[in-house]
Each structure stands twice: as C-alpha cells, then as structure tokens.
Nanobody, 122 residues
Framework: QVQLVESGGGLVQAGGSLRLSCAAS????????MGWFRQAPGREREFVAA????????HYADSVKGRFTISRDNAKKTVFLQMNSLKPEDTAVYYC???????????????WGQGTQVTVSS
C-alpha cells in the first residue's frame, strides 16, 4: 500500500495560482498512474487530471484544461498540480490518488490522500 499526503492548498483570489503537491511513502509510485480529484461541498468527487507512470501522457477535465498542469517527479515520489487562473468554482478539497489504469474513474484508484482545501475568493 502507498500512503499519499497532499499539501499546498490555501486561500487565493480569483485569477491567482496555487501549486499542490502529493508526497508518497511506502511502495513506489513509479509504476502507477497518478490522479488528482476534487470534491466541493454537496457534490460528488470529480476527476481533475491524471498522468501516466512515466509522465509521458496526461489527461484533464474540460473544466481545468489550459489552466491546470499535472506533473510528477518519480525520484522524489511526488506528484504536482499547478493551478493557474483560478476561479471560485475551483473551490474544493483536492485529493491525489494512485491507480494501475489510466482512467478518470474514481473507482479505479486504490490509494487516496486525506485531501487539501483550496478556496478561491471572488
């Protein structure tokens, strides 16, 4: 099992930027797909971005495409989510997760972090 810990969340004004980090411990994540998800109050958890084990391929939700960038450093066992041009509707708890499949489905991700709060004020 891998343990994931997110950090980097906070309060930011609309138009601002944040960089989230997800640090892994336990087994290596070098062979895992890594994803970011988010959950706003009263809403289901939704896919944000995913990256393959090598980092050669990425996929984004339409709502964040062009504004968010997912990346990874396997040597440091860390995954990042650079969020630019933030909007109030990006406000949510952000989670990272690992999977053996390159997918947007939450059900295919088997290890999850505890989440980090991102709040974007208007």
């Amino acid at each position: 099992q891998v343990q994931l810990v997110e950090s980097g969340g906070g309060l930011v004004q609309a138009g601002g930027s944040l960089r989230l980090s997800c640090a892994a411990s336990g087994r290596t994540i070098s062979y895992s797909v890594m994803g970011w998800f988010r959950q706003a109050p009263g809403r289901e958890r939704e896919f944000v971005a995913a990256i393959t084990s090598s980092g050669s391929s990425t996929h984004y939700a339409d709502s964040v495409k062009g504004r968010f960038t997912i990346s990874r450093d396997n040597a440091k066992k860390t995954v990042f989510l650079q969020m630019n041009s933030l909007k109030p509707e990006d406000t949510a708890v952000y989670y990272c997760a690992s999977s053996q499949i390159f997918t947007v489905s939450t059900y295919e991700y088997d290890s999850w972090g505890q989440g980090t709060q991102v709040t974007v004020s208007s």
